[in-house]
């Protein structure tokens, strides 16, 4: 796509929001107020407001290679701090999806550079789950299976940081863990159990 045609289609998406409601754009500057914080990967095929139906303004969003919240990226950690403690938002969810290329890549042992530190990650996620997953003879069926707890341990990486702990206490602020089947554009809820998830990560991480 040339760039010249992005800013032709910005023009006409002003026209059409305009024309149902003169003062969107007005209203839409006067502040934020999403009832979600949505962690999803940065694969350009995965739109997160388009996937869940929801308009500007619904949904406060944070994407990098495959999903992940490591409790030494800066990034994360402020964006799970500005949501649930600035913006309180409701729900934390974190979102993979099916032939995701982060997943993939560290499943081989090829050296990637500086993807390397990041993929270690998801690579952490396979040690951990190495029984069941190895026990998995299709290799496909095993990828999707990685994808699906690497979800799993970024929602458990969600729920130790004190922000969300404190809102769990507070007000019952729910975690969840979503797959996005990219080849059926269905949204499949893995129905983590983030109650208990949260009573066992608080025995460790538990605050005063």
């Known amino acids: 796509m040339k760039i010249e045609q992005i800013f032709k289609n910005n023009q006409t998406w002003v026209e059409e929001k305009l024309g149902i409601d003169e ?3 007005e ?19 995965v739109s997160a407001e388009e996937l869940m ?13 495959a999903n992940m919240v490591p409790n030494t990226d800066l990034s994360a950690m402020s964006v799970i701090d500005y949501a649930v403690v600035h913006l309180k938002v409701d729900h ?9 290329g982060g997943v993939q890549a560290a499943m081989k042992s090829a ?12 690579r952490d996620v396979y040690r951990i789950h190495s029984k069941e997953l190895d026990a998995i003879s299709d290799e496909d069926q095993r990828y999707r299976r990685l ?15 004190a922000a969300v702990q ?43």
């Open 27 to 45: 209203n839409l500057s006067k502040g934020q107020n999403p009832d979600i914080l949505y962690i999803g990967c940065s694969d350009s095929r």
């Open 147 to 161: 994808v699906e707890l690497n979800v799993q341990e970024q929602c458990v990486n969600v729920i130790k940081t």
């Open 166 to 208: 404190r809102a769990f206490r507070d007000r019952g602020i729910k975690v969840h863990g979503w797959v996005f089947d990219i080849k059926t554009g269905q949204l499949v809820d893995l129905n983590i159990d983030y109650e208990r998830l949260m009573k066992d990560v608080m025995e460790i991480y538990h605050l005063d």
């Open 53 to 65: 139906g929801v308009s500007p303004g619904d949904a406060f969003i944070h994407r990098n290679i």
């Open 92 to 100: 934390v969810v974190v979102c993979g999806h099916y032939y995701c």
């Open 23 to 25: 003062h969107y754009f």
């Open 111 to 122: 050296d990637l550079g500086i993807l390397n530190p990041w993929l270690r990650n998801i």
